[in-house]
């Protein structure tokens, strides 16, 4: 079936433009995550959701990021007056449950240059 | 808190020879912990877990880890290198916050690096 695709590929903005970042979990995968790789560095967690529960918002770095999703599906993260700190790889990842045991299925990033 | 730590930034082998990559954890109970692979222009993907069950866990590609609570470790091995196996890999954590929400820590990577 198919995996956790995100969309764009690759983002190349200016600084101070808002950017907006989509996820298509996997179909029936109840959670959601979004994380940030900096260049030569580990995932960063932003936020988590599961199901219709309010989400985890506790790795937002500043006000600037927010994250929706619609139900158990699509979800987008949103980057305002962007800044050159912001750009990195910005993956998602789905799991079928919400335990940490669940094995995480990433997608293949979004990669975000701010000039 | 839960946390890992890898040892090592970077560990290069010769095709053919046995691979090492440590990990650390600190936890005030026995963790659930992972292993992710990120190949080159790929998502990550994982390689094994650990859950409380055996203690030595079998992965994909031939790769295993081995919990060992005296040493709080969980360090990766593969008895011989293939040029395939050249990846980012990293040891991850699940860390409990005080809603009870579960997140995954990820240490900091460590990339393999093989040599014909």
């Known amino acids: 079936g198919a995996g956790v695709s995100q969309s764009p590929s690759n983002k190349v903005t200016e600084k101070g433009k808002d950017v907006e970042l989509r996820c298509d979990p996997i179909s029936g995968h109840t959670a959601l995550y979004w994380y940030r790789q900096r260049l030569g560095q580990g995932l960063e967690f932003l936020i988590y959701?599961?199901?219709?529960?309010?989400?985890?918002k506790s790795g937002l770095p500043s006000d600037r990021f927010s994250a929706e999703r619609t139900g158990e599906s699509v979800s987008t993260l949103t980057i305002q007056r962007t800044q050159q700190e912001d750009s990195a790889v910005y993956l998602c990842?789905?799991?079928?449950?919400?335990?940490?045991?669940?094995?995480?299925?990433f997608g293949p990033g979004t990669r975000l240059t701010v000039l | 808190a839960q946390s890992v730590t890898q040892l090592d930034s970077h560990v290069s082998v010769s095709e053919g020879t046995p691979v090492l990559l440590r990990c650390n954890y600190s936890s005030s109970y026995s963790p659930s912990l992972f292993w992710y692979v990120q190949h080159p222009n790929k998502g990550l993907q994982l390689l094994l877990k650990y859950t409380s069950a055996a203690t030595l866990v079998k992965g994909i590609n031939g790769f295993e880890a081995e919990f060992k609570k005296s040493e709080t470790s969980f360090h990766l091995t593969k008895p011989s290198a293939h040029m395939s196996d050249a990846a980012e890999y990293f040891c991850v954590v699940p860390l409990k916050a005080y809603t009870g929400f579960q997140k995954l820590v990820f240490g900091t990577g460590t990339r393999l690096l093989v040599s014909p």
């Open positions: 959701f599961q199901g219709n529960s309010a989400p985890d």
């Open positions: 990842a789905s799991t079928q449950g919400g335990k940490p045991t669940d094995t995480q299925y």
